[in-house]
């Protein structure tokens, strides 16, 4: 019975030591913390027949590009989200995050792409495939940008 205390004393010992946060990391120690730097900020637009999407790319240093994205429909609810990606060759392929409408409480997830001609930005229409609850292009389907009605030309940034 002697044993069992013991043994049951030392693990509670060395579970107790073992969640102790790690000696290396002071509270008042500082940790570099890299800034990825904004390059450059472009604003484009987009209007096809009654549509108008408005576009804000901000590239970082790293080559990650961050923005937003509004499209305005005229039958349907009002997109309005962020964009998250990076340019591979002359297409810009993003992760849309936006929310339809009014209903703040839902929002959602799409791939988006864009082929870069000088100063146009041309959106690609191709076939999504979900996975796991992610979407993404079908990797056998080429995007197709012939197709695109949304060609997004450079405008005045408005803040």
């Known amino acids: 019975m002697k044993n069992s205390s013991f043994y049951t004393l030392a693990i509670a010992i060395l579970t107790i030591c073992s969640c102790q946060s790690d000696p290396k990391q002071k509270s008042g120690s500082s940790k570099k913390v890299q800034i990825d730097k904004m390059v450059s900020r472009t604003c484009y637009l987009s209007t096809y027949e009654s549509d108008t999407l408005v576009l804000q790319l901000e590239q970082k240093a790293s080559g ?4 937003k994205l509004l499209m305005k429909f005229p039958i349907m609810p009002t997109n309005d989200g962020t964009i998250e990606g990076k340019f591979v060759g002359d297409t810009l392929f993003v992760d849309y995050t936006f929310i339809a409408g009014s209903n703040k409480k839902k929002t959602f997830k799409n ?3 864009f082929l870069q001609q000088g100063n146009i930005l041309i959106m690609g ?5 979900t996975s796991f609850g992610r979407s993404y292009f079908a990797r056998d389907k080429a995007i197709n940008f012939a197709r695109g009605k949304y060609h997004f030309n450079v405008t005045d940034c408005h803040k």
């Open 64 to 67: 990650k590009v961050t923005g």
């Open 111 to 113: 791939p988006l792409a």
């Open 125 to 129: 229409v191709g076939v999504i495939e």
